[in-house]
């Protein structure tokens, strides 16, 4: 999960995205007993677009720049289903 926090914390500070937020299972354990979860759900705000089309194409090439490639609905790094459907 470190790496996973690290490139979040790049994506925020180089401007990819604006904030996040980590939510599932992962996000409750800090609220509720830990339990076993396979994946780590983020939720991010975008940045401003200028458009009423929202597009993920910056995103999405950010993280391969980093050699991480999307895979159905979800981002994987480190091997693990890091960015949830929710993206």
Sequence with gaps: ???TLQV???LE?????ERYA???AMGATFYVEPLLTF??????LLPQNVGDLISLTALYEAL????YAEEDECVLIEGVPE?????
Excluded at 39 to 44: A, W, Y
């Design 83 to 87: 960015v949830s459907s929710c993206l």
């Design 8 to 10: 979040l914390n790049e």
């Design 22 to 24: 980590i939510g599932g």
């Design 13 to 17: 500070g180089g401007g990819g995205i």
């Design 64 to 67: 391969r720049t980093r050699g």
């Design 1 to 3: 999960m470190k790496t």
């Design 39 to 44: 994946d780590l759900d983020v939720f991010v």
